[in-house]
C-alpha cells in the first residue's frame, strides 16, 4: 500500500540517487536573497521537500499517471471505428429528417 511512510522515502531514495549522479546540483555559492530570474526561482524551489512533506504533492504523480491511462482509455473508445461508423449514421438520419421538413 502506498502510504505516505513508504512515498517519502521513496522520495527520499529517488532524491538521493538523483543528486548522487549530479541529475541536481547541490548547493552552489552564495544564496540569492531573492531570485529575480525564473531560472533561479526553479533551482532555489525545494521539490523534493514538498515531495516528501506534501500530501497533494506526493501522490501527484499517481494521479497523472491514473488520469493519462483513464483519458488514453477513453479516447481509444470514443475514436475508434466502430463508434465512427455509429456516429456517421446518426448524422446521416439527422439530416434526412432535417431534409424531410
Known sequence: MLTPKVLEKVYLNM?????AAGVIAGKSGRHMKFPYTISAKIAQFPIFFYMRKNYIWMYYPF???GGLYCFTKIHNVVNSEE???NWAETQRKIAEKEHGH
Not at 15 to 19: H, I, M, Q, T
Open 15 to 19: 532524491e538521493k540517487s538523483l543528486r
Open 83 to 85: 463508434n465512427k461508423r
Open 63 to 65: 494521479g497523472l499517471i
